[in-house]
Nanobody, 116 residues
Framework: QVQLVESGGGLVQAGGSLRLSCEASGSIFSFNAMGWYRQAPGKQRELVAR???????NYADSVKGRFTISRDNAKNTVYLHMNSLKPEDTAAYYC??????????WGQGTQVTVSS
């Protein structure tokens, strides 16, 4: 069983920055991909950023140029660096992992609130 624990959320003013962390209970290098999703009230959960085993990344258009996903294999941790935050970035952010066999796991979520 994989456990993902997120941290780093909080309240920030528009234009500010936050770094989210997701620590996995196992080696993240064994995962096919890891990513960050977010869900705002009344909206569907959406992919924000993803990093695959090879190190390639992809981002939602709404965060390109502002957010960066990275990983530290030694710490079994994936990060989401968020800059130039906007009120529309306000959401619960969830860490996700997908194993080589296609199983998906989710963290408990961390709230990000951006005030205008």
């Amino acid at each position: 069983q994989v456990q993902l624990v997120e941290s780093g959320g909080g309240l920030v003013q528009a234009g500010g920055s936050l770094r989210l962390s997701c620590e996995a209970s196992g080696s993240i290098f064994s995962f096919n991909a890891m990513g960050w999703y977010r869900q705002a009230p009344g909206k569907q959960r959406e992919l924000v950023a993803r990093i695959v085993r090879s190190g390639s990344t992809n981002y939602a258009d709404s965060v390109k140029g502002r957010f960066t996903i990275s990983r530290d294999n030694a710490k079994n941790t994936v990060y989401l660096h968020m800059n130039s935050l906007k009120p529309e970035d306000t959401a619960a952010y969830y860490c996700n992992s997908m194993t080589m066999s296609g199983l998906m796991y989710w963290g408990q979520g961390t709230q990000v609130t951006v005030s205008s």
